[in-house]
T-cell receptor
């Protein structure tokens, strides 16, 4: 089944404790992205990747890192999480402009 | 810079009534346009997309949208709403040269009264 998977689905952590949210797609798509969704703000793109080892900033990259060492994986790294990064995060892979979204990761930073 | 505006934060309609959700974008050239739906507690599902050609596009679940270049709009319509259509709807735009770079509107929450 074609899909985008994210782990974990739910995470509660404390300020400053490094964390990684994994994302994997099995559709061999070149483009992948990370978004955060906050009430009243819609989805905002954090980072996107056009292919292996090629990434670029989106609208809200501050406080986040990404890497794309393999085509299928695109992890999101929060080196020192802060409470303002509490949000719902979506990974997506893209083919011909259509975004295929993962199920989301709800992150709470205390 | 590109932006997407969904003027209506919340819309309430009765079941069986027609629906129109508005979306305006700012971008010089012809954009790639999308509508996504998010049901409560769920991820996002593509309803329809416009890349080129016929300006009236059909999507899933009986939705359609019309691209109007002169008005920079891409409004979503449905002739008869069902209770299961209650969800949040997002309009999004991308440039042809960077399809991975997508800009979303803030969303319109749809409530359907029985």
């Amino acid at each position: 089944e074609a899909q985008v998977t994210q782990n974990p689905r739910y995470l509660i952590t404390v300020t400053g404790k490094k964390l990684t949210v994994t994302c994997s797609q099995n559709m061999n798509h070149e483009y992948m992205s990370w978004y955060r969704q906050d009430p009243g703000l819609g989805l905002r793109q954090i980072y996107y990747s056009m292919n292996v080892e090629v990434t670029d900033k989106g609208d809200v990259p501050e406080g986040y890192k990404v890497s794309r060492k393999e085509k299928r994986n695109f992890p999101l790294i929060l080196e020192s999480p802060s409470p303002n990064q509490t949000s719902l995060y979506f990974c997506a892979s893209t083919k011909q402009g259509e975004q295929f979204f993962g199920p989301g990761t709800r992150l709470t930073v205390l | 810079a590109q932006s997407v505006t969904q003027p209506d934060i919340h819309i309430t309609v009765s079941e069986g009534a027609s629906l129109e959700l508005r979306c305006n974008y700012s971008y010089g050239a012809t954009p790639y346009l999308f509508w996504y739906v998010q049901s409560p507690g769920q991820g996002l599902q593509l309803l329809l997309k416009y890349f080129s050609g016929d300006t009236l596009v059909q999507g899933i679940k009986g939705f359609e949208a019309e691209f109007k270049r002169s008005q920079s709009s891409f409004n979503l319509r449905k002739p008869s709403v069902h209770w299961s259509d209650a969800a949040e709807y997002f309009c999004a735009v991308a440039r042809g040269s960077t399809l991975g770079r997508l800009y979303f509107g803030r969303g319109t929450q749809l409530t359907v009264w029985p």
